[in-house]
């Protein structure tokens, strides 16, 4: 039987945690740790504020370059099938919203 498949991408984040973990840390930090620790934390909120849209994006182009593709970053059937491609699993409907967003981003 043929059943639908549904948009399944999940962006998951540990960005948040870690400038939790980072911010606490330098709480405690003694003068020589501080820079380092000011630097990680910088960088994990920067991590932090990346929209969504713009990590699905990135995970398309990874995922398209896996199986070889090197066309443009566009909604072609060629961008989508490159996705479908590396990731079998995806629906055409998925597939073709998360190069959309790829595009957008």
């Known amino acids: 039987m043929f059943g639908r498949k549904e948009l399944s991408v999940l962006v998951l984040r540990d960005a948040d ?3 939790a973990a980072l911010r606490s840390a330098l709480a405690d ?3 020589a740790e501080r820079p ?3 630097a ?3 960088m994990a909120e920067e991590a932090a504020a990346v929209p969504e849209r713009e990590l699905r994006g990135r995970w398309v182009r990874e995922q398209r370059a896996s199986v070889g593709y090197t066309g443009p970053d566009d909604e072609s059937v060629r961008a989508v099938k490159a996705l479908r491609d590396a990731q079998p699993e995806l ?3 998925a597939a073709v919203q ?3 967003d790829a595009v957008r981003e």
Do not use: F, K, N
């Open 91 to 93: 629906s055409l409907l």
């Open 40 to 42: 990680a934390l910088m």
């Open 36 to 38: 380092g620790l000011e």
């Open 17 to 19: 945690d870690i400038a």
């Open 29 to 31: 930090a003694g003068e």
């Open 98 to 100: 998360l190069t959309r």
